[in-house]
């Protein structure tokens, strides 16, 4: 139903559209507080780079947080990451995460950046507190930010959107009654824009997601898609159906398809409960960092990888790479 809602495909958009110019008004307002000096914003003493959107919902953001982080390492760069740690709760605040840390505390996208790529990982609220975690544990020449292009209360150096390519910004409108979380517009102030699927525009980066082997939750074990059979596809993220689309891209027509709630904290009776006798369940790695604790031998999940293609793509690592180093030069003089 929000999604018929979002696209403008059904009427009930219209009774929410009061509520989307109050958003709207308290959203601008805020953005132009912080704009003209009416609210404090912290510098970090390195540079900052935010990877977010426009919309509500799953863009791709992670996977090329996940990009990033490893081709600014291969360019021998220490970076760190920030988060929200959405769908998380810890005692207290910043937190630093590890692959190992669970996800009721730090959420699940912090844990799996911290997994795939090494990086050191801090979530907190105030994200000002993260970086200051970062910082103080060691040495780090950037951070990068996973979310938080409206979050103004931390500069940034440079921004980045993602965007999905086949539902792009739906109707137009603010939240609730469209997915957008600043107007269209907001495109033209930020460095660069990434489009996730679909069709891309002038002067965007096109990028799609590569899916490899599947793995045992289990055993870490992996396997051909093609070798695995009565398939439970499940998925818990922003927008569930191109993890449906993708297994379906690779050949593999899911028996059933269940859809929960991003960030959706599972147990093992409930995913047990959806498999009949012969049948494995296939999930997202989002979702498999947050059933590793009771993980079952029939249990697989598919990591995908991030491909981002086009002349623009080398100039924005350049630029980011030049920048890092232009500060440390500046800082030692």
């Known amino acids: 139903m929000i999604d018929r809602i979002w696209s403008g495909r059904s009427p009930l958009w219209l009774l929410l559209w009061p509520l989307s110019l109050i958003y709207g008004v ?56 920030v988060s929200r740690g959405y769908g998380g709760k810890a005692e207290r605040y910043p937190l630093l995460v590890t692959a190992e840390t669970p996800t009721a505390q730090a959420g699940d996208e912090p844990v799996l950046i911290a997994q795939r790529t090494g990086a050191p990982v801090a979530v907190a609220p105030k994200r000002r507190e993260a970086v200051a975690a970062l910082l103080a544990r060691g040495d780090i020449d950037l951070v990068v930010t996973d979310d938080g292009l409206q979050h103004y209360a931390l500069q940034r150096d440079r921004e980045i959107v993602v965007i999905d390519g086949m539902r792009r910004f739906g109707n137009g409108w603010w939240l609730p009654a469209g997915p957008m979380r600043e107007r269209a517009a907001r495109l033209n102030s930020v460095d660069a824009v990434i489009v996730n699927g679909g069709t891309t525009k002038t002067n965007e980066i096109a990028m799609s997601l590569h899916a490899g082997e599947a793995v045992n939750l289990l ?39 269940i859809a929960f709630a991003d960030h959706h904290a599972y147990s093992r009776e409930e995913l047990s409960g959806l498999l009949a006798n012969g049948q494995c369940l296939l999930m997202t790695e989002k979702d498999a960092v947050k059933c590793r604790g009771f993980a079952q031998p029939d249990w697989w999940y598919l990591p995908v990888e991030a491909e981002l293609t086009g002349r623009a793509v080398a100039p924005l690592l350049s630029d980011i790479e030049q920048l890092v180093r232009r ?7």
């Open 26 to 81: 308290v959203s601008t307002l805020i953005r132009i507080s912080y704009q003209r000096g009416w609210r404090n914003s912290w510098r970090a003493p390195v540079p900052v780079v935010v990877i977010g959107n426009l919309t509500a919902g799953g863009n791709g953001k992670t996977p090329v947080v996940i990009w990033l982080v490893q081709q600014l390492q291969r360019r021998g760069l220490k970076v760190g990451v």
């Open 327 to 333: 500060h440390a030069t500046e800082a030692t003089d």
């Open 219 to 257: 055993t870490q074990q992996t396997r051909a898609l093609s070798a695995l059979q009565h398939v439970v596809a499940m998925a818990g993220i922003g927008h569930p159906p191109r993890f449906f689309n993708t297994l379906k891209q690779h050949g593999i027509i899911p028996e059933t398809e």
